[in-house]
């Protein structure tokens, strides 16, 4: 069963849908597109493959101005804060490329007990690892969306940043790969490049993973059941002050 990101809004109801799939012996896949992204693939793909060492360090960015165009979108508690519906792509692109962090730190911003925007920093086990992230609906209006990130390895840097400012699509940084030889360049890019080559790869994963019996990792119910846990470990972070274990 496909069904779309976040998996829900609260936690509770994520933790019986995966257990009910379990105990159906079926798959349960949640629409998480970020990995389908060619500059998040990318990304995945360099640390996965190790040819620059071990990822050392990221920051990642994903901010909006509240959707006005919307009465749905635009009503935050309708889709579980910003800190659900905006913020769960990259708490999910965390989780799957470096793995669930045991604690999380956050400052951010509550309305009604929702989160709307978020400063986190990710604690895991192995301490040499920084991961931050920014993320929230309390951009200025000319700012509708930006995204991005920056990755450090051993041997080389990764980063991408775009955005829509002032109603026009702007590429800041395309995805740049910088190596320690001193060169920067922009690699080729993983799949289409039309808007929509990221949805239909994740279809396609889909379909694959119904069709071959094996789960699509970027797909998991439970990679999107902990992408949740983080987003609730943070709404008690930012209301304690204090950091939260991931449960």
């Excluded at 949640?30 to 190790?50: D, K, M, S, Y």
């Excluded at 792509?89 to 929702?114: A, E, M």
């Excluded at 740049?176 to 799949?191: F, N, Q, V, Y």
């Amino acid at each position: 069963m496909l069904v779309e990101k976040p998996i829900v809004t609260e936690l509770a109801a994520a933790v019986r849908m995966v257990e009910a799939a379990r105990k159906a012996g079926r798959h349960l896949l949640v629409g998480q597109v970020l990995p389908f992204f060619p500059e998040f693939a990318f990304a995945a793909e360099t640390v996965r493959g190790g040819k620059y060492g071990r990822l050392l360090a990221g920051h990642f960015r994903r901010v909006i101005t509240p959707p006005s165009w919307s009465n749905d979108m635009s009503d935050f508690r309708k889709l579980g804060g910003w800190g659900v519906d905006l913020h769960i792509h990259d708490n999910h692109f965390i989780g799957l490329l470096c793995g669930v962090p045991k604690q999380v730190f956050s400052r951010g911003l509550l309305q009604d007990g929702l989160v709307n925007h978020v400063h986190t920093n990710y604690i895991f086990d192995n301490p040499d690892l920084a991961v931050t992230c920014v993320s929230g609906g309390i951009a200025a209006k000319g700012l509708a969306f930006g995204h991005g990130f920056e990755l450090y390895l051993e041997r080389a840097t990764i980063v991408y940043d775009a955005g829509t400012y002032a109603g026009q699509w702007v590429v800041n940084r395309p995805l740049t790969l910088i190596t320690d030889d001193g060169k920067a360049e922009s690699p080729e890019l993983p799949g289409g490049t039309e808007w929509c080559s990221a949805f239909t790869a994740e279809l396609q994963a889909a379909v694959d993973s119904l069709r071959t019996g094996q789960e699509a990792a970027a797909l998991s119910g439970s990679l999107a059941l902990n992408a949740l846990r983080l987003c609730e470990a943070e709404r008690q972070s930012i209301a304690s002050g204090k950091a939260v274990n991931v449960a």
